[in-house]
């Protein structure tokens, strides 16, 4: 058989047991779903490249572990990121990325915008395997995004209906209840994880926190930045930061309110923090975001 001629032999296969249809004229109904589009891939080699600058952004991140272990904070959630498994990171939530187990690494990234993202919803905070089907997926829509311009319509149309099945394929997988939402057993980081981000209203001092846990503050320095790879200070303020992000672009506030709702001592420790970890000032991204002042 010529190499360039498909073999329907498989599909002929199974047509045979295609049943005759109930009614010519009402077939499947599918749920509301928008592709995703303003698509970005690309891929980390080295666990050097995961640390980035910023952890927040308003768009989609579907990451996909093709090669070592690591372990991924979203939110207030911790989770061990095995080899074939998939993590979708949705806008706004702070996500911060452990040192794998080895510093060579495969992770994909998948960026992307969405107007309506409820039919994804059960997708957040989960972690799910990545199916044989959703592996085919993703190697066509790489080689796709490789093969040819993203700017080209078609092959633009065609990587956002992977991308689609992708998603699609994981909201299966996640509906086999063989996702995983958190650690079983929270360890003491993880309890001061969601205590920070239950209590980011608050001015909150490593002082309150070795109070509320049973270590001395130098000691619990230590055990969250080898844990996180990050100062309990600063994760603080990431925490806070992310929190404001959302909240300039989501919630009505206006900025004063913002920095007051978020724990911040004036607004101008608020404004003068943000524009050093954004290079926006607070009103400048909320109109960039809402057009609204």
Known sequence: MSADKPDFDSLEKITKSLPEPRNLFRGLAPLPFELPNNLILFQRATAGTLGQAHHYHYRFVLVVNLRTEGSVTVDNRHFDFRPGEALLIFPHQFHHFHLPKSPSIRWIFLTFELNHSEAIAPLRNRVSPVSESCRIYLERLVSLYQEKSPAHKESATAISLLAGLVLLEQLQQEGLTNSRTTLARP????????????????DLKLSDLAEKFPYSESHLRLLFRKRMGISLGTYIQKVKLNRALSMLVNSGLNVSQVAEACGYESIFSFSRGFKKSTGFSPLAYKKLNTGKP
Request: hydrophobic share 40%; no cysteine; charged share 30%.
């Open 187 to 202: 360890s003491v980081i993880d309890q001061i994880n969601r205590y920070i981000w239950d209590n980011f209203d608050k």
